[in-house]
């Protein structure tokens, strides 16, 4: 990509018009009076943000893309305008180097040959006698032959080396197999077809240029059961969303785009007269997805699963998404995220619930309409997630109350609209039955709570939402659990020996759960995602999927991990030994906690302390595990004695 086409693909026309010129949006495009000469008559300024272009259609005459606009606004000759163009996107400029010249005429040749994998795996569909299944199973699901036709649908063949031996024929040597994620490297030496036996989907970039292919089993056993193509110069997943190229028309006309979880959702839909969705590539929604979204419209809507939309996913991030489009994964939610995205786009996100069960394809084949209302339905990323929370909670108990109000506060505090936080705060009042003002207070300053010492609210170990100030930074145990995170971030693999000492102690893996800094909560997941997928390396995995909002606090993890002893059985005894630190002090407070209810019970008399001591000794017990393990000798080798 040029380095012009890189700003244009960066700023928004619409944007920068907008600056001097008051738009109103009629049909698909937007006009206004032009501000190139006098007129307050008749708007004859028109943007076409399809285009990224404008043109004057009164006096003037003129029109350009959104150099010549900036050009003509500002009297600047093409280097001032393209330089205060390049600044605002922060894009570099240089001269094109015959090193870059060449990469480009690669990617070419590159996407060449995936323009002929689509013919030879559409031939392996439609043509021949293996690829029936696969054809007989699109027509299960619906699709007719003109949609398959349409998306390009294909069957790679049930062999080792077809694909190979029918592209290396056709001149292609085994370096662009590779480059082109067709063929895989055996460790041993030698090439063999990535795809096998699968459903074969096509993916192009929003300009309809090949990239790549997902691939579906066809065969229950056959794992995974989507497969991607790898991680190649021109098929990079955070860039990439699934049916941009075919949806784009469908978005600008109904202003509105639908993110669904899986390529089928996205052909069904189309089919069914929808043609305004697209696809997540198995990664959290990237800046640059939604600068290609916003060039088309400010609307984006999440359908997704009443699963992916629960509790449970509200409380931890559209940051650690699936690793594929898989449905038996899921789409993680992150409405922290979504709303720094909605602030800075200056969009309008909103969160659309599937029926249990039920898929987007499986709705528009039963009843098109009823997918029509769903969307309709769709409501504001804090509407979501306050009565998700209140749903899942016993209202009549004031506990539960402050939990939702704990969660869903810091989210209205965070959108920047005064008028939109002040209906949310009304809409919390009302729905948990407070006084707004109270509410309002409760949250303008921290509050000292009075408590018995050791009383903790209950069940400690779920409040992964808890906001992270509430774990100061420099406290003894943000300290530890820095200090792990950072320690496993340099190094993931050292996940897969610290759990086998945790099972060996008869204690659970590590997973988010042992952290209370949302911070380490996220990197954790993502890191143990990394382990979970085998395309590309953990650490490249972990570096290419961290969010820009945590990569500045990921560096000062390693910073702070860098001076470490180097010893590697070293390094994981900390870590094992922190993990133990940061569990017992969890179950410490539980304990406390425990305690604290059957003093309780007893001055009530309420008969339920046999539950409540049943409770303690599993807490001992496992307190006892954890002190076991911490100074278990055997479990590492060369591992210091305990301090």
């Not at 990469?103 to 006698?129: C, G, M, P, S, Y």
């Not at 810091?410 to 729905?431: C, G, H, K, M, W």
């Not at 059985?569 to 017992?584: G, K, P, T, V």
């Not at 049943?614 to 017990?621: A, H, R």
Request: aromatic fraction near 6%; charge should be negative; include cysteine.
């Amino acid at each position: 990509m040029s380095s012009v086409d890189e700003i244009k693909a960066r700023l928004d026309i619409i944007d920068i018009v907008s600056e001097n010129v008051q738009l109103r949006r009629t049909g698909k495009n937007y006009t206004g009076f032009c501000p190139f000469h006098p007129n307050t008559r008749t708007p004859a300024f028109v943007v076409f943000p399809e285009t990224g272009t404008w043109r004057c259609f009164g006096q003037c005459n003129e029109g350009g893309d959104l150099i010549n606009y900036v050009m003509k606004r500002e009297g600047w000759d093409f280097p001032e305008a393209l330089k205060h163009l390049a600044d605002r996107a922060g894009v570099v400029l240089r001269p094109i180097s015959p090193e870059e010249q060449g990469q480009k005429e690669e990617h070419e040749r590159l996407r060449n040959l995936l323009e002929d994998a689509v013919a030879f795996f559409r031939h392996h569909l439609i043509n021949t006698e293996a690829g029936k299944p696969a054809l007989n199973y699109l027509h299960e699901r619906n699709l007719s032959d003109k949609t398959i036709e349409e998306f390009e649908l294909g069957y790679s063949p049930h062999s080792w080396d077809q694909a190979h031996t029918h592209f290396t024929e056709k001149g292609y040597t085994e370096k662009d197999l590779v480059d082109a994620g067709l063929v895989t490297q055996r460790d041993s030496g030698g090439i063999y077809d990535r795809f096998r036996n699968r459903l074969m989907f096509p993916i192009r970039n929003y300009q309809g240029k090949m990239a790549g292919f997902g691939a579906r089993a066809l065969a229950p056993d056959d794992v995974p059961k989507y497969l991607n193509s790898p991680q190649t110069p021109i098929f990079d997943k955070s860039n990439l969303l699934y049916g941009l190229d075919k949806s784009r028309k469908g978005i600008r006309a109904d202003d509105q785009v639908v993110i669904v979880e899986g390529y089928m959702d996205v052909i069904a839909t189309n089919q069914a007269g929808f043609k305004n969705l697209v696809a997540s590539m198995g990664t959290a929604l990237t800046e640059e997805q939604l600068r290609q979204l916003k060039r088309l419209t400010r609307k984006i809507i999440l359908a997704m699963d009443s699963d992916a939309a629960g509790v449970n996913a509200t409380l931890r991030g559209l940051q650690v998404a699936r690793n594929t489009l898989d449905r038996e994964s899921e789409l993680t939610f992150d409405a922290r995220g979504l709303l720094r995205n909605e602030a800075r786009l200056n969009a309008d996100i909103r969160v659309s619930t599937l029926p249990e069960g039920l898929d987007p394809d499986e709705i528009v084949n039963e009843n098109p309409e009823e997918w029509a209302k769903l969307i309709a339905s769709a409501k504001p990323v804090v509407v979501h997630v306050m009565e998700t929370l209140a749903a899942s909670q016993d209202l009549s108990d004031p506990k539960a109350k402050t939990e939702v109000a704990d969660q869903v506060m810091p989210l209205i505090q965070d959108v920047p609209s005064l008028i939109e936080r002040d209906t949310y705060r009304q809409q919390l009042a009302r729905l948990l039955k407070v006084d707004e003002s109270t509410l309002v207070s409760s949250y303008q300053q921290p509050v000292q709570k009075r408590r018995r010492p050791g009383r903790r609210a209950k069940n400690p170990v779920d409040q992964s939402a808890e906001p992270v100030s509430k774990i100061p930074e420099k406290s003894p145990l943000n300290e530890i659990e820095a200090m792990a995170v950072g320690m496993i971030l340099r190094k993931p693999e050292n996940l897969y020996r610290v759990d086998r000492a945790l099972i060996q102690s008869g204690l659970s893996r590590i997973s988010s759960k042992d952290f209370m800094h949302t911070n380490h909560q996220e990197i954790i997941s993502l890191i143990i995602t990394s382990l979970d997928q085998d395309t590309i390396e953990p650490q490249n995995y972990v570096i290419e999927q961290m969010p820009i909002d945590l990569a500045d606090y990921a560096d000062d993890l390693l910073q702070k991990t860098q001076k470490l002893v180097p010893q590697e059985e070293r390094i994981l005894s900390e870590i094992f030994r922190n993990i133990l630190r940061l569990r017992e002090n969890v179950l410490r407070d539980m304990l406390n906690q425990y305690r604290f209810q059957l003093e309780d019970e007893q001055e009530n008399n309420s008969g339920l302390n046999d539950d409540l001591m049943q409770e303690i000794n599993k807490v001992n017990q496992q307190i006892l595990k954890i002190n076991k393990a911490f100074n278990d000798r055997t479990l590492f080798s060369n591992r210091p004695d305990p301090e």
